[in-house]
């Protein structure tokens, strides 16, 4: 019952102080709207400006996009350092950093600039579909605020104690910032990283499939049609969904799932898509088996998707060997991100000899590990 109440309690302040309604203002323009400045100056947290924005970046296929996020600096303009994290997994644009104030904003009122994405497929790209879990692009889109918002401090005369950046994820956001770091210390190397701060994620996306399938059990059931259609979208599949999702299982994913009409703790602890935690309750038998054409070109998009992947007869860790500090928890009792996910990482981690401080332990749910990240940040950061 108290893991429940925890659960329940941590979403909640997802969506608490809602910001709905404020102008954007774009990173990449010279100066920000007057308008748009007051309003967020206007609405602010303590000390602290929380700032809509937009900048430029690129979707999956290399084409521009415009995309948003938030921005929080101290009004006094007085700055740490900046500190960009990624966000966990989301459904609705009313949960989303530019349009609340989320969990992850621990450190919004400890003088950084803190910077929080939307996502390609939410916010002003609410158009678009999402790509979930898909590494690069996620990468391209976390790493382009960043460069945007360094130029954006500097017009604004915020004032950095040092310049050096710290980068922070959990859960879809711990798999973004990930291969938002492999992105910066690959072709940004005069970009200094402090640290590195990671839990909860999907790094090894096939291998989460595996262990999925496998045990006929999914922690969060919308993930599953999530999955599917977003790999999809990120690689132009053209996945038929039928052949994947059975008929009532489509169905509610269109309503729940890909509408952006609910939130993710309205569809997950209102059972929305269904209350079975079983694959089977919602894929098709062949869709499961990736063995089969359709399928292989399915579990073919997850391996893209995948930081490092390993399986029973294939590792593949690539060539990237971290130089960043790096921070990394997990929960043995995960079963909305299976630990098996920190295990693949750890083979890298080791194999190439990274600097990791390793947290992996009995922590309880996701939840309840995501708790414990950020009281982690709330200590060290």
């Given at each position: ?34 308008d748009s400045l ?62 609340s104030d989320r ?279």
């Amino acid at each position: 019952m108290k893991n429940r109440f925890v659960h329940i309690f941590a979403l909640l302040l997802t969506f608490a102080a809602c910001t709905q309604g404020r102008e954007y203002v774009n990173l990449n323009q010279p100066a920000p709207a007057e308008d748009s400045l007051v309003q967020a100056l206007s609405a602010t947290l303590l000390q602290t400006v929380a700032m809509p924005c937009s900048y430029e970046s690129a979707d999956q296929f290399g084409e521009p996009v415009t995309l948003s996020g938030k921005v929080y600096f101290p009004k006094d303009k007085q700055a740490k350092r900046i500190v960009i994290q990624a966000h966990f997994t989301s459904l609705s644009n009313t949960e989303i950093p530019s349009a609340s104030d989320r969990a992850e904003s621990v450190l919004r009122t400890k003088n950084y600039v803190l910077l929080q994405p939307d996502y390609l497929g939410y916010g002003i790209s609410s158009e678009r579909d999402h790509p979930y879990l898909a590494c690069d692009v996620a990468a391209r889109n976390v790493v382009d605020m960043l460069l945007a918002a360094r130029d954006f401090t500097e017009r604004m005369g915020i004032e950095l104690e040092s310049d050096s950046v710290v980068l922070i994820g959990y859960s879809q956001g711990a798999h973004a910032i990930l291969a938002a770091l492999r992105l910066l210390e690959t072709e940004y190397p005069e970009i200094p990283i402090q640290q590195c701060y990671i839990g909860g994620g999907p790094y090894d996306v096939a291998r989460t499939y595996d262990v999925t399938i496998g045990q006929d059990n999914v922690g969060i059931p919308f993930t599953v049609p999530f999955l599917i259609y977003g790999t999809s979208c990120a690689y132009g599949l053209n996945l038929d969904l039928n052949y994947f999702l059975k008929p009532k299982a489509l169905a509610r994913a269109k309503k729940y799932v890909f509408s952006q009409n609910y939130t993710a703790a309205e569809v997950q602890l209102l059972g929305k898509v269904g209350a079975s935690h079983k694959v089977s309750k919602q894929m098709r038998r062949q869709g499961m088996d990736k063995t089969q054409p359709e399928s292989k070109r399915l579990y073919d998009g997850l391996i893209r998707s995948s930081i490092v992947h390993v399986s029973e007869t294939d590792t593949i860790l690539g060539d990237w060997t971290p130089r960043t500090p790096i921070f990394m928890l997990h929960s043995t009792q995960d079963t909305s991100v299976p630990y098996e996910n920190a295990e693949s990482l750890q083979l890298m981690f080791e194999r190439k000899g990274a600097n990791v401080r390793y947290d992996l332990g009995n922590f309880g749910g996701h939840i309840s590990a995501l708790l414990r990240f950020l009281s982690v940040l709330d200590k060290e950061l």
